[in-house]
């Protein structure tokens, strides 16, 4: 099995303030590729049809993964007061996993 780490992450901000959401998506975007400790993919999506923002990031281990959770909750806290909560109070829906190889 390979380390390689995939996380996504979905949010969903409230309404009217989705500007100042995407801003903040933004500033991490920036954060995590200045971060030269790890070479790991991080995209966002748009689900039109549930306002909804999908963080899609891959990484080289869970140990990647692990490293970034401090600064992920710091930036989380960051933009709670723009977020709807989901129904068990988590300002997330989120999973991780180890790549499974194919070939």
Same mark, same amino acid.
């Given at each position: 099995?390979?380390? =390689?780490?995939?996380?996504?992450? /979905?949010?969903?901000? /409230?309404?009217?303030?989705? !500007?100042?959401?995407?801003? @903040? &998506? +933004?500033? &991490? ?6 971060? /030269?400790?790890? *070479?790991?993919?991080? #995209?966002?999506? /748009?689900?039109?049809?549930?306002? !909804?923002? %999908? ?5 080289? @281990?869970?140990?990647? &993964?692990?490293?970034?959770? %401090?600064?992920?909750? =710091?930036?989380?806290? $960051? %933009? *709670?007061?723009? &977020?709807?909560?989901?129904? #068990? *109070?988590?300002?997330? =829906?989120?999973? $991780?996993?180890? +790549?499974?190889?194919? *070939?």
């Amino acid at each position: 099995m390979s380390d =390689e780490t995939w996380t996504i992450i /979905k949010y969903k901000p /409230k309404e009217g303030c989705e !500007e100042q959401f995407i801003e @903040s &998506l +933004k500033r &991490l975007y920036q954060l995590m590729r200045d971060n /030269k400790k790890y *070479d790991y993919l991080n #995209d966002f999506i /748009k689900i039109d049809a549930t306002g !909804e923002y %999908v963080q899609i990031a891959k990484m080289p @281990s869970i140990d990647a &993964l692990i490293d970034g959770q %401090v600064a992920g909750l =710091e930036w989380l806290d $960051s %933009v *709670d007061h723009l &977020l709807e909560r989901y129904p #068990d *109070d988590s300002r997330t =829906e989120a999973f $991780s996993g180890i +790549k499974i190889p194919l *070939d």
